[in-house]
């Protein structure tokens, strides 16, 4: 009896020893599932599944991650995440940088921002830290000046000599409206997802060295998790570098 006991003891330490265990995040499609994919084979070797659940939202993947749905997301810089935890109160970290996606402006009827007509529209993300960033690269160009804002609105604005109406959007709804309006400021995600190359396609690019760098975000307390630290390593490699540098030539940029 003893002897069927022990080989049992053995039977199940060998099988716990072995099982898969599964690293559950949240992402967005392009590129950060696209970018998640490349690293499944090196997480398999040490024993991790990596499962990826697509979101197209900025809301659902950090309530996701605060309910314990999943174990982490890659989709957000940490100007969102920090507003995100004020607002609703959540308790999220980022954990690791991993690239930086240029915001642009986009349109189907100007090539150039400099022949903007009055009265034109432009659409922008209606979160704020994205609306933010939207009007600080038109303002850049000019067009526009606020009064001194932390996060900008347009009833920041203080000086719009060409009577520039901003329309504010869910930023999954951006690359749709380009039909409807004279401009449209797309984060690169939902850029590359409706075709938009960021260089080839926009009239003005954000500026590279800013502090908008993609994250990977977990839950507080969750940071040291091996499986965390797993991911974290598998990703921020040549492999994963290269392969951000030669997939999307330069519009998204490796930050580790």
Known sequence: MKLKALVLLFFLT??????????????????????????????????????IKEFTDYVLPNLAVNANEVDANFFQHEPYLKEFNNIKKTRLVKVAAIHIEPMAIYSKTYKNLNDIKEGAKIAIPNDPTNESRALDLIGKSGLISFKNSALKTPLDIIDNPKKIKFIELKAAQLPRALNDVDFAIINSNYALSAGLNPLKDSVLIEDKDNPYVNIIVVKEGNENNPKIKALIKALQTEKVRNFILEKYNGSIIPAF
């Open 14 to 51: 060998y099988l716990n020893l072995n099982a898969t265990e599964t690293i559950s995040i949240a992402a967005s499609p392009v590129p950060h599932a696209q970018i998640l994919e490349q690293v499944k084979p090196d997480l398999e070797k040490q024993g991790y599944k990596l499962e």
